[in-house]
Each structure stands twice: as structure tokens, then as C-alpha cells.
């Protein structure tokens, strides 16, 4: 089975930066679309950004696009999340998942594992 293990999170002020990364287990990881979620206090897991299988094309959701960028390094079995220009609302647990053998990285019900989870907090 699949394992995921994010790290990167943490507290920095709004219109800061952070970087997550995931690192994945499995020799097929290639393979595979990725993505990255998240989930706030009170509300549902949501899509953050996806990535195909072979790196060729992005997905975005609107509050992040321009702000957020996803990437992989298949040589490492790492995606990573680069979070620019961070607000308060982007403040939650952020949840690196697995998508689809052969999979586009959208739409959101392709993703079918999911780590742990990271903490990301901004403060105002």
C-alpha cells in the first residue's frame, strides 16, 4: 500500500512563502497523478492543485491560482507544493495524495490516498 509523509508546514506571517513536500513510497510512483488538499477547522477537505502523471499539465483551484505552484521529481518520488504570497484563509492541515494510474490530476475525485498531513498557519 501506498504511503505518503508530508512535511514542510508550519507558522509564517501573510504574504510569506512556504514549500511542502511528500515524499511517496512505491516504485511507480511515476506513474501516478498527485495532488494536494486541504482542510480547515470546521470545513471539508478541499483540492489545492494536481499534477499528471507525467508532469505535462497543472490543476488549480481559483483562491490559489497564481499564488501556489505544484511540481514532482520522479527521480526522488517527491511532489512538492511552492505557497506564495500566503493569507490567514489559506491557514490548514494540507494532506498530499495519490491520483490515478495513468491520471490527469483532475478532476478531484480521481485521488484516492492521502497522508497525514502537514499544519500550515498564517498569521494576520
Known amino acids: 500500500q501506498v504511503q505518503l509523509v508530508e512535511s514542510g508546514g508550519g507558522l509564517v506571517q501573510a504574504g510569506g512563502s512556504l514549500r511542502l513536500s511528500c515524499a511517496a513510497s512505491?516504485?511507480?510512483?511515476?506513474?501516478?497523478?498527485m495532488g494536494w488538499f486541504r482542510q480547515a477547522p470546521g470545513k471539508e477537505r478541499e483540492f489545492v492543485a494536481g499534477?499528471?502523471?507525467?508532469?505535462?499539465?497543472?490543476y488549480y483551484a481559483d483562491s490559489v491560482k497564481g499564488r501556489f505552484t505544484i511540481s514532482r521529481d520522479n527521480a526522488r518520488n517527491t511532489v512538492y507544493l511552492q505557497m506564495n504570497g500566503l493569507k490567514p484563509e489559506d491557514t490548514a492541515v494540507y494532506y498530499c495524495?495519490?491520483?490515478?494510474?495513468?491520471?490527469?490530476?483532475?478532476?478531484?475525485?480521481?485521488?484516492?490516498?492521502w497522508g497525514r498531513g502537514t499544519q500550515v498557519a498564517v498569521a494576520s
Open positions: 495524495s495519490r491520483g490515478a494510474y495513468y491520471g490527469l490530476g483532475f478532476p478531484p475525485e480521481e485521488y484516492e490516498y
Open positions: 512505491g516504485r511507480t510512483f511515476r506513474y501516478y497523478a
Open positions: 499534477i499528471r502523471w507525467s508532469g505535462v499539465s497543472t
